[in-house]
């Protein structure tokens, strides 16, 4: 089992950069595969990146990011981290850390963070 619990979010103006963070608890954290998610009000939480577990090269990106975003962990830390660059208003959402494994996409598991808030506005 993994607890999360993300934090860097923020306001920026549109073109700014953050990078948010997801530090994971427990057992087992460099086995599973990672991501982050995102939900706006009103509708369904996307998939925004995912990371293989360790050992395993592979990174993904929805299509409305890549290019601007990039996911990354340190598994000696048991951290995950999101750089998005080129933040454009379209990008506010409530971002979540989650834990999971690939079968031939990314299948959370039932392990999410509280979530932190992006806001992107000029």
């Known amino acids: 089992q993994v607890q999360l619990v993300e934090s860097g979010g923020g306001l920026v103006q549109p073109g700014e950069s953050l990078t948010l963070s997801c530090a994971a608890t427990g057992n087992g954290f460099s086995w599973y595969a990672m991501a982050w998610y995102r939900q706006v009000p009103g509708k369904q939480r996307e998939l925004v990146a995912s990371i293989q577990r360790e050992g395993v090269t592979d990174t993904r990106y929805a299509a409305a990011v890549k290019g601007r975003f990039t996911i990354s962990r340190d598994n000696a830390k048991s951290m995950v981290y999101l750089q998005m660059n080129n933040l454009q208003p379209e990008d506010t959402a409530v971002y979540y850390c989650?834990?999971?494994?690939?079968?031939?996409?990314?299948?959370?598991?039932?392990?999410w963070g509280q979530g932190t808030q992006v806001s992107v506005s000029s």
């Open positions: 989650n834990a999971g494994t690939y079968s031939y996409d990314y299948v959370p598991y039932q392990y």
